[in-house]
């Protein structure tokens, strides 16, 4: 029972973590927007630019989907390192904010707001270093040597 209650608390404090980091990318986000709005910058040529935004915006979408799914279909008993590498994960660690990462690029090029797009970038690093640094000792503690080497074989 007190396991259960340890691993409930680290599923807890994980969605915690995760939350925060998106409100680091919403807050940033609404920064790079504002700034978007006070320096009127327009550095990409929008014949070329809204195609290629949206084209990003729509498979950054798909792939944010599939990192969802395949998250949420991680079968937990016979644990191996394996057991994490499936669907987008196996290139990543972290694909659901790789993929926030470049729908929020794509927005930005889409609508030519280059502050969005360095402030995506900067909310990107800064969750990278700090919360998911978090979020991942919780997981190398709830699933042990399995994630370890999980961790070890495939980059964030």
Known sequence: ME??????????VIHSILAHSYLLYFFC????FILDDIFVLQPFDSNFA????LI????????????????RNLKIHNISADTFAKGPYKATR???????TFLLIGFGI??????????TILSFVITK????????KLLEQKY?????EYKKNVKS
């Open 3 to 12: 396991k259960d209650q340890q691993n409930g608390h680290k599923k807890h």
């Open 29 to 32: 986000f609404l920064v790079g």
């Open 50 to 53: 809204k195609p290629l935004g």
């Open 56 to 71: 990003w915006m729509v498979l950054s979408s798909l792939f944010i989907l599939w990192a969802q799914k395949t998250s």
């Open 94 to 100: 972290i694909p659901t904010h790789v993929g926030l």
């Open 110 to 119: 889409f609508d030519n707001l280059p502050f969005v797009i360095l402030t």
């Open 129 to 136: 270093y700090t919360l998911i640094k978090k979020e991942e």
């Open 144 to 148: 042990g040597e399995p994630y370890a």
